[in-house]
């Protein structure tokens, strides 16, 4: 299983960012993906999460209405949308991969869960 993201980078506040992680080595549909972000000195926390196979989406709260997740199964990616950015979202965002399907979605925003992770992208929201 492979996860490369893309798309970070640096931003003014109430910019815009999308974020893509495309997957390979496994059944896209059977698999949920999940965003997650780590701040310096911060634990790595979820952002949002897509179960691949009906495409049900999932945020935290701190991103509700400001991030969009989607998926393009033909193309094994999933991407995130982020907008009117802020301070806050600075950190660098991964996304994971695992077979979450029978799990309850309040376990998602566990990084435990998830045996399958990217590299990561710096996203830098600063004036």
């Known amino acids: 299983v492979q996860l490369v993201e893309s798309g970070g980078g640096l931003v003014r506040p109430g910019g815009s960012l999308r974020l893509s992680c495309v997957a390979s080595?496994?059944?896209?549909?059977?698999?949920?993906l999940g965003w997650f972000r780590q701040a310096p000195g911060k634990e790595r926390e979820g952002v949002s999460y897509?179960?691949?196979?009906?495409?049900?989406?999932y945020y935290a709260d701190s991103v509700k209405g400001r991030f969009t997740i989607s998926s393009d199964n033909a193309k094994n990616t999933v991407y995130l949308q982020m907008k009117s950015l802020e301070p806050d979202d600075t950190a660098v965002y991964y996304c994971a991969a695992d077979r979450l399907l029978g799990f309850d979605s309040r376990y998602y925003s566990d990084p435990k869960m998830y045996d399958y992770w990217g590299q990561g992208t710096q996203v830098t929201v600063s004036s």
């Open positions: 897509i179960d691949l196979g009906d495409n049900i989406t």
């Open positions: 080595g496994f059944t896209f549909d059977d698999y949920t």
